[in-house]
T-cell receptor
Framework: TQLLEQSPQFLSIQEGENLTVYCNSS?????LQWYRQEPGEGPVLLVT?????EVKKLKRLTFQFGDARKDSSLHITAAQPGDTGLYLC???????????FGPGTRLSVLP | ETGVTQTPRHLVMGMTNKKSLKCEQH?????MYWYKQSAKKPLELMFV???????ENNSVPSRFSPECPNSSHLFLHLHTLQPEDSALYLC?????????????????FGEGSRLTVL
């Protein structure tokens, strides 16, 4: 079974600060996705990374897929209260496993 | 608005009740999913339907019974639940089934049904 771990579990920061959250596994994934889930809503896809070493930017968010395709990071620059939510990583394996989700990082950005 | 609608948003039921959760997608997708989201566990995949056929049942207790009458609708029938079944139940859809053999695609989630079992 492929498992994803995320760190930190909780993060509370002030508006304007930078932060990085991590998604790690001992298994190789063919792709990794990041979703954000705001309170009272379902998760919404932010990005999909498929190539080892790939970096994608979405406004103030920068996503990186590890060279070995076992880990990923999400960096947010100048965080805003609207970034508050649960950040979930999810991976697709190569050997018939189902799509798996990590436990998430709960981010709170205080004004 | 993701194109996936779940009802009811909140449900409180006793252990002997029978209730159903409903999901409808307006995206023309071929695959639909039920996930369970608890406070202390990652999102757990419960059932997958692809082209109206159940293709995955992740060792879910029989007190949860899914139904997919057509490609746009998905139900989760609940009976004799336990308090530990209290959770947020999320429905999702995708163009084609994701995850199998590394297939990647976007999951579109509904807002969830918050279930409390007394």
């Amino acid at each position: 079974t492929q498992l994803l771990e995320q760190s930190p579990q909780f993060l509370s920061i002030q508006e304007g600060e930078n932060l990085t959250v991590y998604c790690n596994s001992s298994s190789v994934f063919s792709s990794l996705q990041w979703y954000r889930q705001e309170p009272g809503e379902g998760p919404v896809l932010l990005v999909t990374v498929v190539t080892g070493g790939e970096v994608k930017k979405l406004k103030r968010l920068t996503f990186q897929f590890g060279d070995a395709r076992k880990d990923s990071s999400l960096h947010i620059t100048a965080a805003q209260p609207g970034d508050t939510g649960l950040y979930l990583c999810a991976g697709a394996g190569n050997y018939g496993q189902n799509f798996v989700f990590g436990p998430g990082t709960r981010l709170s950005v205080l004004p | 608005e993701t194109g996936v609608t779940q009802t009811p948003r909140h449900l409180v039921m006793g252990m002997t009740n029978k209730k159903s959760l409903k999901c409808e997608q307006h995206l023309g997708h071929n695959a639909m999913y039920w996930y369970k989201q608890s406070a202390k566990k990652p999102l757990e995949l419960m059932f997958v339907y692809s082209l109206e056929e159940r293709v995955e049942n992740n060792s879910v207790p029989s007190r949860f019974s899914p139904e997919c009458p057509n490609s746009s609708h998905l139900f989760l029938h609940l009976h004799t639940l336990q308090p530990e079944d209290s959770a947020l139940y999320l429905c999702a859809s995708s163009q084609d089934r994701v995850g199998l053999a590394g297939v990647t695609g976007e999951l579109f989630f509904g807002e969830g049904s918050r279930l409390t079992v007394l």
